[in-house]
């Protein structure tokens, strides 16, 4: 079982939709990550956040949108998406950014038909 | 561009056997290693992290470090039919984890 938990496990959506990713993680991480991950392919770092705050956007463009109401909680709003943006949507969490190893949750695999 | 670079296999080992698996990476200034195993369709598992020079060991893993020559590698002693995944490496530099390619390796009854 992860101790990082992700909502929902499957998302499928139109190019016009709104819809959210949730990740919550309860082990005191001050740092949590989304990343992207296509088939066959290492997972890719979109955002990471230190102590509630962005620190690392990885020129993501804007229809993603990542937000951290609070140091449990990471959501990635999505907005307007592409059919190349499906991919496996994957939250990590570490105690803090930096030599700190990354916890992965199960993922959101995202279809944009 | 920092790199991590691993062979991407298949790497097919008779069960009971030692798999090797490789990583070298082009940051000097890294710190950080991780090993991560993931199976198809599931997400990232860390299996093993590695800061200093030399060998760590956790049940039948076994990572080494050299930092003098940029490499990672990760022994898995008595291979089972459950090892077969995907292993990536990961290296920490400047609060980014770069990841590898990763090696598909299949153990064979």
């Known amino acids: 079982d992860t101790e990082v938990t992700q909502t929902p496990k499957h998302l499928v959506m139109g190019m016009t939709n709104k819809k959210s990713l949730k990740c919550e993680q309860h082990?005191?991480?001050?740092?949590m990550y989304w990343y992207k991950q296509k088939a066959k392919k290492p997972p890719e770092l979109m955002f990471v956040?230190?102590?509630?705050?962005?620190?690392i956007n990885e020129s993501v463009p804007s229809r993603f949108s990542p937000e951290c109401p609070n140091s449990s909680l990471l959501n990635l709003h999505l907005h307007a998406l592409q059919p190349e943006d499906s991919a496996l949507y994957l939250c990590?969490?570490?105690?803090?950014?930096?030599?700190?190893?990354?916890?992965f949750g199960d993922g959101t695999r995202l279809s944009i038909l | 561009q920092k790199e991590v670079e691993q062979n991407s296999g298949p790497l097919s080992v008779p069960e009971g056997a030692i798999a090797s698996l490789n990583c070298t990476y082009s940051d000097r200034g890294s710190q950080s290693f991780f090993w991560y195993r993931q199976y198809s369709g599931k997400s990232p598992e860390l299996i093993m992290s590695?800061?200093?020079?030399g060998d760590k060991e956790d049940g039948r893993f076994t990572a080494q470090l050299n930092k003098a020559s940029q490499y990672v590698s990760l022994l898995i002693r008595d291979s089972q039919p459950s090892d077969s995944a995907t292993y990536l490496c990961?290296?920490?530099?400047?609060?980014?984890?770069?990841f590898g390619t990763g090696t598909r390796l299949t153990i064979i009854p």
């Open positions: 082990m005191g991480h001050r740092a």
């Open positions: 990590a969490s570490s105690q803090v950014v930096s030599n700190q190893p990354q916890h």
């Open positions: 956040y230190s102590y509630e705050k962005l620190s």
């Open positions: 990961a290296v920490m530099g400047n609060e980014k984890l770069t």
């Open positions: 590695i800061y200093s020079n």
